[in-house]
């Protein structure tokens, strides 16, 4: 679908969401520059938080279950990173919408196939980002530290 904007006679129309010959594709991407710079900072600070929590489970000996805990920020760090990495962002696909320019400028996704597209690539980000947390959660758990 060619999504554009209506301008007065004479005007060069140009698609919404282009912004630096970035285009809204369904499913494939979502965001732009600004947007993936967010997504990506987001995903190193819950990094780091995760790092701290296990230093401090290691740190305060508590039992190595416990240790499980990670999991939460290192899936919270890897969904940042999945966003960034695939230019995509779950939450803005939830809500039907897109953002190519300033931060906080949003752009409605007008086809509901688009939006249905959106909410699977956001499903997929979101399953991949609790798989990458348990797997980090588990290897904290079964190191001996």
């Not at 209506?6 to 809204?24: N, Q």
């Not at 710079?37 to 701290?52: E, F, P």
């Not at 290192?74 to 190519?100: D, E, P, R, T, W």
Request: proline share 6%.
């Amino acid at each position: 679908m060619t999504l554009s904007a209506s301008t007065p006679a004479g005007t060069p129309v140009t698609p919404i969401g282009v912004v630096d010959g970035s285009l809204y594709q369904p499913g494939v991407c979502n965001i732009g520059p600004a947007e993936i710079a967010r997504r990506r900072r987001g995903g190193i600070v819950a990094g780091l938080i995760a790092i701290v929590v296990l230093a401090a489970l290691v740190w305060f000996q508590v039992p190595p279950i416990f240790r499980l805990l990670v999991a939460l920020p290192a899936a919270a760090s890897a969904s940042g990173f999945l966003q960034a990495y695939f230019k995509f962002c779950a939450g803005f696909a939830s809500k039907g919408v897109f953002n190519f320019g300033v931060l906080g400028r949003l752009e409605q996704v007008a086809d509901a196939a688009d939006h249905a597209r959106d909410r699977a690539r956001a499903n997929q980000i979101l399953l991949g980002s609790l798989a990458i947390g348990l797997l980090v959660g588990v290897v904290a758990v079964v190191l001996p530290l």
